[in-house]
């Protein structure tokens, strides 16, 4: 009898062990797999950008931009040759447009409309589109994309900023999959915005991830220098954006995150400040933030440990995805427990879409959470959060505008329709005559 059951352990942990290496196997390849892959923009700061592609063959590739479309007068070289390009440009004029072109001998590139933006100073106005949970191509992808584009009148300028919020490329974020499910899809998109993407649960092939993107360690993009590829700020005109990494293990508040987070947002002169991450605090979707153990316990935690950091800055909005749902809050503040304590004394502004702060971010003036992780998927959901009254089960995506003064966002459903919309004023005018 023992003699059996030290075979069957054996053959047991021989099994796990084939198991294991094949599954190791499986992760590295999907991870370092080579792809060839049309250039994209990354890095975008006030003077300088990074164009990155992936030739077929080892070549010396060259890109060539300037101020005109058909008068592309500077160009750059790689240095060597490489399957792998990235050539940074620098010097460049703060928030101005140029167009580029890249040339390739192995590779076959469309250069049409081809341009980039650099970040700006001031900015009178700014559109963002964000998705969450896109990573899923077909048809839903491409309708809910197809109604962003109609809201902009299918005119690319009129858009500034596109933000993607974790989860985009199922099932598991390998190098195949980002081709198929982002690169794709969204290729005139690519040809004009850097992707600022955060990272997701299923954007699991973390170092493909991490390859793909190139994200400023330095404060290059603005806000505290991070030395930390996974979280990050942006600043564009009256923008704050603050990306972070919540499928992180350490997300507690003596993390190195938490740390970045609270120096970074005390040192923020922007009028706007937001946060994006990819797990909600506060969602009752496909996932439960009740649950202590839903999502490796990451939504408590980002609840418990990240969410009193947002109420001592005041920021503006979060924008969270996870859930294949939309859900949001109004004005909120200090709730950091499970929905049933949540309460009116959460609530500082009780209005439906139109909600007044000061100008400068102040101590419990409040946050607005947003979660919107339904562009390319949908999931069974019960939507009774306390704290997210405005709730859908529908696909689609996000469209903020930003001035000075206002920030406003618009949830664009998958047939077109604004299923939600609100506006925080910072402009001393009073909400009065604003449904
Ligand atoms: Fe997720």
Redesign the pocket.
């Given at each position: 009898m023992k003699k059996f059951l030290k075979r069957t352990l054996l053959v047991l942990f021989i099994i796990a062990s084939i198991y294991g290496v094949g599954r190791l196997g499986v992760v590295t390849y999907d991870s370092y797999v080579f792809v060839p892959r049309e250039p994209y923009a990354v890095m975008q700061t006030q003077n300088s950008i990074t164009v990155k592609w992936q030739s077929n063959e080892f070549e010396v590739g060259s890109l060539e931009y300037g101020f005109f479309s058909d008068a592309l007068n500077k160009s750059i070289k790689d240095k060597k040759k490489t399957k792998k390009h990235s050539i940074t440009i620098s010097g460049l004029n703060e928030c101005t447009k140029y167009y580029y072109k890249v040339n390739s001998d192995s590779l076959a590139i469309d250069n049409e409309n081809r341009s980039f933006t650099t970040l700006c100073k001031n900015a009178d106005s700014q559109k963002i589109w964000v998705i969450g949970?896109s990573g899923k191509s077909g048809k839903d992808q491409d309708r809910v994309y197809k109604q962003m584009l109609t809201q902009i009148d299918n005119d690319f300028s009129k858009l500034d900023m596109w933000v993607l919020l974790?989860?985009n490329a199922y099932t598991s974020g390998t190098q195949k999959q980002y081709n198929k499910n982002l690169f794709t899809p969204y290729k005139e998109l690519v040809k004009r915005f850097v992707p600022w993407a955060i990272i997701?649960?299923?954007d699991a092939r973390r170092w493909a991830f991490y390859n793909i993107w190139d994200f400023p360690t330095n404060g290059e993009s603005g806000g505290e220098p991070s030395a930390d590829e996974r979280y990050y700020s942006i600043d564009n005109g009256n923008l704050h954006l603050v990306m972070l990494d919540s499928e992180m293990r350490r997300i507690d508040t003596n993390s190195d995150m938490a740390a970045w987070l609270r120096k970074d947002l005390s040192k923020n002169t922007k009028p706007w400040v937001v946060v994006a991450l990819?797990t909600p605090p506060y969602t009752d979707g496909g996932h439960d933030s009740d649950s202590d153990y839903d999502s490796g316990g990451r939504m408590k935690k980002v609840r418990e440990n990240l969410v009193p950091i947002f109420d001592e800055y005041g920021v503006d909005l979060v924008l969270s995805?996870?859930s294949h749902d939309y859900e949001r809050s109004k004005l909120i503040v200090n709730h950091t427990g499970k929905s049933k304590s949540f309460n009116k004394q959460n609530i500082v502004q009780d209005a439906k879409s139109c909600y007044t702060k000061s100008i400068k971010p102040t101590k419990d003036s409040g946050t607005i959470y947003q979660v919107c992780?339904s562009s390319s998927k949908l999931d069974n959901a019960d939507l009774k959060h306390p704290a997210l009254p405005f709730a859908f089960q529908k696909m689609g995506s996000l469209m903020l505008d930003i001035t000075p003064t206002t920030l406003s966002s618009k949830f664009i459903s998958i047939d077109g329709k604004i299923l939600d919309k609100f506006i925080i004023k910072k402009d001393k005018t009073s909400c009065e005559g604003i449904k």
């Amino acid at each position: 009898m023992k003699k059996f059951l030290k075979r069957t352990l054996l053959v047991l942990f021989i099994i796990a062990s084939i198991y294991g290496v094949g599954r190791l196997g499986v992760v590295t390849y999907d991870s370092y797999v080579f792809v060839p892959r049309e250039p994209y923009a990354v890095m975008q700061t006030q003077n300088s950008i990074t164009v990155k592609w992936q030739s077929n063959e080892f070549e010396v590739g060259s890109l060539e931009y300037g101020f005109f479309s058909d008068a592309l007068n500077k160009s750059i070289k790689d240095k060597k040759k490489t399957k792998k390009h990235s050539i940074t440009i620098s010097g460049l004029n703060e928030c101005t447009k140029y167009y580029y072109k890249v040339n390739s001998d192995s590779l076959a590139i469309d250069n049409e409309n081809r341009s980039f933006t650099t970040l700006c100073k001031n900015a009178d106005s700014q559109k963002i589109w964000v998705i969450g949970d896109s990573g899923k191509s077909g048809k839903d992808q491409d309708r809910v994309y197809k109604q962003m584009l109609t809201q902009i009148d299918n005119d690319f300028s009129k858009l500034d900023m596109w933000v993607l919020l974790g989860d985009n490329a199922y099932t598991s974020g390998t190098q195949k999959q980002y081709n198929k499910n982002l690169f794709t899809p969204y290729k005139e998109l690519v040809k004009r915005f850097v992707p600022w993407a955060i990272i997701g649960n299923h954007d699991a092939r973390r170092w493909a991830f991490y390859n793909i993107w190139d994200f400023p360690t330095n404060g290059e993009s603005g806000g505290e220098p991070s030395a930390d590829e996974r979280y990050y700020s942006i600043d564009n005109g009256n923008l704050h954006l603050v990306m972070l990494d919540s499928e992180m293990r350490r997300i507690d508040t003596n993390s190195d995150m938490a740390a970045w987070l609270r120096k970074d947002l005390s040192k923020n002169t922007k009028p706007w400040v937001v946060v994006a991450l990819h797990t909600p605090p506060y969602t009752d979707g496909g996932h439960d933030s009740d649950s202590d153990y839903d999502s490796g316990g990451r939504m408590k935690k980002v609840r418990e440990n990240l969410v009193p950091i947002f109420d001592e800055y005041g920021v503006d909005l979060v924008l969270s995805g996870h859930s294949h749902d939309y859900e949001r809050s109004k004005l909120i503040v200090n709730h950091t427990g499970k929905s049933k304590s949540f309460n009116k004394q959460n609530i500082v502004q009780d209005a439906k879409s139109c909600y007044t702060k000061s100008i400068k971010p102040t101590k419990d003036s409040g946050t607005i959470y947003q979660v919107c992780g339904s562009s390319s998927k949908l999931d069974n959901a019960d939507l009774k959060h306390p704290a997210l009254p405005f709730a859908f089960q529908k696909m689609g995506s996000l469209m903020l505008d930003i001035t000075p003064t206002t920030l406003s966002s618009k949830f664009i459903s998958i047939d077109g329709k604004i299923l939600d919309k609100f506006i925080i004023k910072k402009d001393k005018t009073s909400c009065e005559g604003i449904k």
